[in-house]
């Protein structure tokens, strides 16, 4: 194996593979180091419609069309059936109380359902990531890309050349590879903030956070037990979903993969960690369900099939996310919560950038000051969906107060999107539309206001989201009538067509030709 390449990559996860695929199609040698070997756990889990429409683009603009299946569930199960995933329709929202079974409360106050597809052909995905993640680290290597697995790193030297070389050993054999450049993709306090001592910093405002997983079977469907049941139906089978189980401290993701087994955690805060012990996985397990008497029916003859994993600190970020021939991606950068799956279309979103500056400015004069630029967005958007989050965590106890601020959310997320779809994307650049000085200086007053518990009067609140959010607002959102139930409507997005500087005529014409958008 060759010792020197244009670029190394630390860690293979599914945006280190990316980010290799993209520099072979541009013509650099790569090498990803891995420090153990695929098929391996990964958390984060969920994708998005924003996610999946970058992984598009990057699809078609670096000549990658095997990845373009991944995007849609219809297609990859067409494509690739023995890849391991989830059908994902929108997200599902429940509201717990201590020691109280779930019933749906009068207007559906106590859920929120939010649909992020119109139809299981076009349905975003959860990833089992063993399984997505070798599948995309073998298609970087079909390009071209060589790949050492347990690779043992430890440290890192700067050459006379402006190269750097990785040292380490493999099975008792040393490693020395040298490389242009260097990207981390493994993880918080990855390769790089070690050797390169990165400091860490707190997300401002942000509260302590402690989390606890593991993957299962024999989890049965809410929308199958009697905690749960409607009248009405519902826009999507409320279970084909990232579903979130909410409470007072934090929340619980339950992600369904199509193999039988379920992905399923919890995020708290230090708080309620200490109180159930969270260390102590397996037993803080069963002293959580004991609080939630239909979490505990749900959970009652699930079984592990793997150890839990505690995670006593869940946010971090780094202060530094790029210097002299060096970069992380978001997802070695910075980490905030799994709520609203954010950390997936955080790394695409970084893959991207990087991936565009390779292509444009790889060995330029101007490549340095373009990193720069790739360092302060990148922090901005952590700091941006830190913000956010740490707001819906202070609403968690007032139900009626996340499920208003979290249109923020998908204001931000759906404008997004289409916008992308529609080569309109000038109009929102960064993530959560962080770039748009009202809606984003809105977001963070009310988040602010809802941690600082001075939110005058939920009506007023609500009021004031709906007015906030208005200029983004694409979806039908903020909608009294619908009862916290949300579909994909696109007589929605024709009626609100002049926010992307489009006629209602050109609007109605564009869906209509779209594949995306037919049924």
């Known amino acids: 194996m060759k010792t020197d390449f244009d670029l190394a990559i630390v860690g293979s996860g599914f945006s280190g593979a990316l980010l290799a695929m993209i520099a072979r199609r541009i013509g650099l040698s790569v090498i990803l180091l891995e420090r153990s070997a695929h098929p391996r756990f990964a958390i984060g889990e969920s994708t998005s419609p924003l996610m999946n429409l ?15 299946p991944l995007t849609t569930w219809g297609e990859w199960q067409r494509t690739y059936p023995e890849v391991i995933g989830g059908l994902k329709r929108g997200f599902t929202y429940f509201k717990h109380e201590v020691g109280t079974r779930y019933r749906t409360a009068e207007n559906r106050a106590n859920q929120l359902l939010v649909a992020a597809s119109p139809n299981d052909e076009t349905a975003d995905t959860h990833w089992l990531r063993s399984s997505v993640d070798h599948f995309l680290l073998n298609e970087a290597v079909a390009l071209g890309a060589e790949y050492l697995d347990h690779a043992n790193l430890t ?21 020395r590879v040298s490389a242009k450049f260097v990207v981390d993709a493994s993880g918080p306090s990855g390769f790089l903030s070690r050797q390169l001592d990165l400091p860490e910093t707190k997300f401002a405002g942000y509260p302590a956070t402690q989390s606890l997983f593991s993957h299962f079977i024999n989890v049965p469907r809410c929308d199958q037990m009697p905690d749960y049941q409607v009248a009405e139906r519902p826009p999507y089978p409320m279970d084909d979903a990232a ?11 339950v992600l369904r993969f199509n193999n039988g087994v379920t992905s399923a955690g919890i995020a708290v805060t230090d708080q309620l960690a200490n109180e159930l012990k969270l260390s102590e996985g397996v037993a803080a397990w069963r002293r959580f369900l004991a609080r939630f008497p239909s979490i505990a029916a749900q959970f009652a003859e699930a079984e592990a099939i793997r150890e839990f994993t505690w995670m006593p600190r869940l946010a971090y970020r780094a202060t530094q996310v790029a210097g002299n021939d060096w970069a992380l991606l978001p997802s070695a950068a910075a980490f905030v919560d799994p709520l609203f799956s954010t950390g997936m279309p955080l790394a695409l979103l970084g893959v991207e950038r990087l991936g565009c500056l390779l292509a444009e400015s790889f060995g330029r004069t101007d490549f340095q000051q373009r990193l720069q630029a790739y360092n302060d967005i990148t922090l901005a958007e952590a700091d941006h969906t830190a913000q956010f989050i740490a707001g819906c965590y202070a609403a968690f106890p007032q139900f009626e107060l996340f499920t208003n601020y979290s249109m923020f959310y998908f204001a931000a997320a759906s404008f997004s999107e289409m916008a992308r779809r529609l080569q309109q994307s000038h109009l929102v650049r960064r993530f959560l539309a962080a770039d748009h000085p009202t809606f984003a200086a809105a977001k963070l007053s009310l988040g602010r206001a809802l941690r600082e518990g001075s939110v005058p009067d939920p009506e007023k609140f609500a009021a004031e989201v709906q007015s906030q959010t208005d200029c983004l607002n694409i979806a039908g959102l903020c909608d009294d009538t619908k009862s916290n139930w949300y579909d994909v409507d696109f007589a929605d997005i024709i009626r609100a067509s002049n926010k992307l500087e489009m006629t209602a005529e050109e609007m109605r014409a564009t869906l209509q030709q779209a594949a995306w958008a037919r049924p």
């Open 54 to 68: 970058i992984l598009e683009q990057l699809a078609e603009r670096y000549d990658l069309p095997r990845l373009k």
């Open 155 to 175: 440290s890192l030297e700067w050459l006379p050349n402006g190269s750097a070389k990785l040292i380490g050993n493999r099975r008792e054999q040393p490693v």
């Open 243 to 253: 579903l979130h189980h909410v409470f007072d401290s934090g929340w619980m993701w």
